[in-house]
């Protein structure tokens, strides 16, 4: 283990911004990404029991 | 001889048709009649091989006209609904480029003719813009008497035509499959010609 | 009836994938959850201080993993295109289409991550180095294919395009990359490379491998579920669609 | 209307330059673009004359870029709506021949111009005689690889909603070999570094273009006629 306590790991060694903000941004990227695909696949279940109603 | 097997058509999510057969045999003529919408351009445009059908296959004289495109395209001929007519050309330019393009030479004397069997005299070299569309449209037609080929395929070749053009036209179709040709046409009004077959999409 | 049969034999069926691919999800996200958990556990954790970056070294983690994924995504992408051109599945178009977000995703991740990185080691957030230069351009090959297929409105007509597309594409992915790194040298502005990484020590090696693994499992989870969404938009009024929307 | 047996490809070229001839302002309004661009980046950045010497042929070079832009969206377009490529599509000629024949006469429309007269805009820049023969070379082996790409997008965008701005993003980044090319002979030559490098890359771009890009277009084409 590196870092002596919590503090220092957020800290990074004063490169805080830097490494967060990469990190951040890629687990920000990924949980929209999943969030928008799930929103497409609900729309599109409702169309689909809506023709079923139809029917 | 064109033969058509098990043809189907899709248009987005809709099925224009499917499952179409047919035989068109030499010195043989075929109407597709069918209301607007029913896919009737969009069958000749397969027919033509421009459109890829969902399924089904077109065959010319036994070969699939796909794999043959060029020996196919060089026996059909085909006058489409828009007519590839340059309207800032005159109607002899028209000609003579449509017919280079597709690697038959005219001679401007034929060229002459032809306009003037259609009754263009006197107008071979006004930019087509100034044309009607009628006058429009024998241009195209003239693109029959210039251009070899054994099938023709003309969508709606009667539309803006006089009574006379008609006539000019029938006989133009008449004397074609005289000769052996076959052709395939979408209209809406019945055509006095023996020999034809008609198809309702 | 007999127009569903059709489909089955005429396509790499979408029929059939469909439930395949459903099966194969909760696997590669599995997969994916648990690499990642392990890659940031080493990266962030267990790997040593780079004696010359400091900490700051740490977003290679992310950086050089999304890179990857962004330039193999587009080979991907180029692969199926070829498959579909060549033997007309539908399914390649589809794959193609679904793969797209993604690896646009994972392009601009990596100019983030890059310029986060550049601002402490190189004092700018951007240089015009031939690395950075080439992402942004592969990261505008993406938003056109994108575009492309989204203002096509017939999807065979959308896919072909978008085959073809994707194919030019690759052809000038290396010239341009190659173009980039001719006009670099020959500036020479930037005097810092990113192709000088530090000696890497093993774990840190263990952890960016870890956490490539982890994005390579994601994508194609990823790609599995747009996919499927993509097939049910596609077809949905087929027999296949209204039996299986259910399960 | 003589030689009624030229070849297709030769015809299909008589025939676009025939067209853009009865529309004249087209031609000009494109090469005017050209010189009001270039015109326009010294307003911009300065009446330095080092400086204008150094930008000089990146400058011209986007220019020539954005003016080749601007008449790709009808390379394809008229001829789509009245049913000329169609026609040519059913051609027992090769459509690819054709399709080469209509890019060689967008270049000899909208390429040629821009190379013959980039020196004047040239030495508006203050470059010396020895960089203008250079950047004209550059430009004339440069345009056509413009012209042939270009034609590979505007195929694909044919028919296309927002196919104009659609256009430039699509083709845009596929032009930056070329681009970087062209412009850094002239700038390598103006700093002493020698030309025939970037000149031997420029021509195999060529090369590498003449041969995918007709092909690309013709399956663009026939993806957009169906």
């Not at chain 1, 990190?23 to 928008?36: D, I, P, Q, R």
């Not at chain 3, 010359?52 to 991907?76: D, L, N």
């Not at chain 4, 030229?6 to 302002?25: M, V």
């Not at chain 4, 890019?103 to 013959?116: D, K, R, T």
């Amino acid at each position: 283990m590196q870092w002596n306590s919590f503090s220092d790991f957020v800290q990074m060694g004063g490169y805080a911004f830097y490494v967060w903000g990469s990190f951040g941004a890629c687990a920000l990227g990924m949980l929209l990404e999943l969030w928008l695909l799930k929103r497409r696949r609900q729309t599109i279940l409702t169309r689909l029991s809506g023709q079923e109603h139809l029917q | 001889m064109l033969s058509v097997t098990q043809l189907t058509c899709q248009r987005g999510e809709r099925v224009l048709f499917q499952d179409l057969h047919f035989e068109l045999p030499d010195a043989h003529w075929l109407q597709i009649a069918g209301a607007n919408g029913a896919g009737k351009t969009s069958l000749l445009r397969i027919l033509a091989g421009l459109t890829e059908p969902v399924q089904g296959t077109v065959l010319w004289n036994g070969v699939e006209i796909r794999t043959e495109r060029s020996l196919w395209h060089r026996d059909l001929l085909y006058v489409g609904h828009q007519g590839a007519l340059k309207e800032e050309l005159n109607p002899e330019e028209n000609l003579f480029f449509s017919l280079g393009l597709e690697g038959f030479g005219a001679s401007p004397t034929a060229v002459r003719a032809a306009l003037q069997q259609f009754g263009l005299q006197g107008r071979e070299h006004l930019p087509v813009r100034y044309l009607s569309a009628g006058q429009r449209r024998r241009v195209l037609l003239s693109r029959l008497l210039l251009r070899p080929g054994r099938l023709w395929i003309l969508d709606e070749p009667f539309t803006a035509l006089d009574v006379h053009a008609s006539q000019l036209m029938t006989q133009q179709i008449q004397h074609h499959l005289h000769q052996g040709g076959s052709a395939i046409l979408t209209s809406h009004q019945p055509i006095p010609l023996s020999g034809g077959s008609c198809l309702t999409l | 009836m007999s127009r569903s049969l059709v489909n089955w034999f005429k396509y790499a069926s979408p029929a059939s994938f469909y439930p395949l691919a459903g099966r194969m999800i909760p696997y590669f996200a599995a997969a994916a959850a648990v690499l990642g958990l392990a890659g940031l556990w080493i990266g962030l954790l267990v790997a040593p201080t780079d004696a010359q970056q400091g900490e700051g070294y740490r977003i290679i983690f992310v950086h050089v993993p999304a890179s990857w994924m962004s330039m193999f995504v587009y080979c991907v992408m180029a692969f199926w295109s070829a498959l579909g051109l060549a033997f007309k599945t539908r399914l390649s178009g589809m794959m193609t289409a679904a793969l797209a977000p993604t690896g646009a995703l994972f392009a601009f991740l990596s100019l983030w991550t890059g310029a986060l990185w550049g601002k402490p080691m190189w004092g700018a957030w951007w240089v015009w180095d031939a690395r950075l230069t080439s992402q942004l351009i592969l990261f505008f090959l993406y938003l056109g294919f994108i575009a492309l297929q989204s203002s096509i409105d017939d999807p065979r007509r959308a896919d072909k395009a978008g085959a073809l597309l994707a194919l030019v594409g690759v052809i000038n992915v290396p010239i341009i990359y190659f173009s980039v790194q001719w006009w670099n040298t020959l500036h020479q502005g930037a005097s810092v490379s990113m192709t000088k990484a530090p000696s890497m020590a093993h774990t840190m090696l263990a952890g960016m491998l870890l956490m490539a693994l982890a994005f390579w499992a994601y994508t194609i989870a990823v790609a599995l579920a747009r996919v499927r969404c993509i097939m049910l938009e596609r077809e949905l009024s087929s027999e296949w669609v209204k039996r299986n929307a259910t399960e | 209307m003589t030689f009624p047996h030229a070849s297709p490809f030769i015809l299909a070229i008589r025939r676009d330059l025939l067209l853009a001839a009865r529309h004249k302002t087209e031609i000009v309004t494109a090469l005017f673009f050209f010189v009001i661009v270039v015109n326009l980046l010294p307003l911009g950045i300065g009446p330095d004359t080092d400086l204008l010497r150094k930008i000089a042929p990146g400058a011209l070079w986007i220019g020539a870029l954005l003016a080749t832009l601007l008449g790709l969206q009808r390379l394809f377009a008229p001829d789509h709506a009245d049913g000329t490529l169609e026609q040519m599509a059913l051609s027992p000629q090769s459509f690819t021949l054709l399709v080469a024949g209509k890019i060689v006469a967008h270049w000899l429309v909208s390429g040629l111009p821009v190379v013959l007269i980039a020196p004047i805009l040239g030495v508006q820049f203050d470059l010396p005689g020895r960089s203008l023969g250079l950047l004209m070379l550059s430009l004339l082996l440069g345009t056509p690889i413009l012209s042939l790409i270009g034609a590979v997008g505007a195929a694909l965008t044919l028919g296309v909603r927002g196919g104009g701005a659609l256009l430039s993003l699509l083709i845009l980044p596929l032009y930056i070999p070329a681009l970087i090319f062209g412009a850094g002979a002239v700038e390598a030559d103006l700093a002493g570094l020698g030309a025939e490098g970037h000149f031997s890359l420029l021509g195999a771009v060529l090369l590498v273009s003449l041969f995918f890009a007709p092909w690309a277009t013709t399956a663009a084409l026939r993806v957009a006629l169906e």
